[in-house]
């Protein structure tokens, strides 16, 4: 699978709602939200895949061992610059200017597409600088940190096209 071939949306109206139910994978499977818009000027996305770790040791044993707790991690897009008129560009910095969150769904493929799986979830925007190289394109990077709207963030799977 390349890169290229993922997805990233942003819900443009309502708050976020859980996917539907979970699926024997671990996942929250059902159809996806019809009010998500691609963000078109997406280069990368680096998701949060990482759970917090416990370590114990004690001088009488021969292993250190652990255990792992909750997910932890932002998330790391880095757009393109297009024009002023870039929708998804906009509502991230909207989302950044006024303290809000905004809802995302990074799928590995099309939201109308089933079998496409990813992370569903709302964020706050924490960072948003913009690049601008003296022999290359602007670009943005934004950092996002997971936010606690009442609705846990969900790894999904699409189950029927819209």
């Known amino acids: 699978m390349l890169g290229k071939n993922c ?3 942003y ?8 996917w ?3 699926g024997s994978s671990g996942r929250h ?22 759970r917090k770790v416990a370590q114990q040791s004690d001088r009488g044993a021969a292993w250190e061992t652990g255990d792992t707790g909750a997910f932890t991690g932002n998330l790391v897009i880095k757009l393109n610059h297009r024009t002023s008129a870039d929708a998804g560009r906009t509502a991230l910095e909207t989302a ?4 809000q969150p905004i809802a995302l769904a990074m799928l590995d493929g099309a939201s109308d597409v089933a079998g496409s799986k ?4 709302d964020f706050k925007v924490a ?8 022999e290359g394109h602007v670009t943005y990077d934004y950092e ?9 963030p969900e790894f999904v799977e699409v189950t029927s096209g819209t």
């Open 96 to 99: 950044m200017l006024t303290n």
């Open 20 to 22: 539907g139910s979970v």
């Open 7 to 9: 997805k990233t949306y």
């Open 127 to 134: 960072k948003f600088p913009r690049n601008e190289p003296e």
């Open 118 to 121: 990813g992370l569903w979830a």
């Open 11 to 18: 819900l443009t109206t309502g708050t976020r709602a859980t």
């Open 29 to 50: 499977e059902g159809e996806a939200p019809s009010n998500l818009v691609l963000i078109e000027s997406c280069k990368d996305v680096t998701t949060p895949g990482e």
């Open 144 to 152: 996002l940190v997971p936010y606690d709207s009442g609705v846990a």
